[in-house]
């Protein structure tokens, strides 16, 4: 991350991991960052979220929490294209079906 007042760069160490970190998307105010990992088994992307403070430090990435505690260990899938967008998506599954039709 490039602070544009000085030019100094961050490598964020305390958010990247030594496995796959992708997709980073932004909030539309700058303060979240969500991205995919594959850091907790090396096999199923999860979604992991950290927050730029106001004087510019980044938290260390937490992992999206889910209703249920087992959630993580019983789920087969990957979420590969995490958006944090500020307007609901304005089409269903089933037209996306329909279009690959």
């Given at each position: 991350?490039i602070?544009l007042?000085?030019?100094r760069?961050?490598?964020?160490?305390?958010?990247?991991?030594?496995?796959?970190?992708?997709?980073?998307?932004?909030?539309?105010?700058?303060?979240?960052?969500v991205?995919a990992?594959?850091?907790?088994?090396?096999?199923?992307?999860?979604?992991?979220?950290?927050?730029?403070?106001?004087?510019?430090?980044?938290?260390?990435?937490?992992?999206?929490?889910q209703?249920?505690?087992?959630?993580?260990?019983?789920?087969?899938?990957?979420?590969?294209?995490?958006?944090?967008?500020?307007?609901?998506?304005?089409?269903?599954p089933?037209?996306v079906?329909?279009?690959?039709?």
């Amino acid at each position: 991350m490039i602070d544009l007042t000085n030019g100094r760069i961050d490598s964020l160490d305390i958010v990247n991991s030594p496995m796959s970190d992708t997709y980073h998307s932004w909030s539309s105010s700058g303060r979240w960052f969500v991205f995919a990992s594959k850091r907790d088994d090396g096999l199923y992307g999860k979604l992991y979220f950290a927050h730029v403070s106001a004087d510019g430090k980044v938290s260390k990435p937490f992992l999206l929490p889910q209703k249920s505690p087992s959630f993580y260990n019983d789920n087969l899938k990957s979420f590969n294209v995490p958006d944090l967008g500020k307007r609901p998506v304005s089409f269903s599954p089933a037209d996306v079906a329909t279009a690959l039709h």
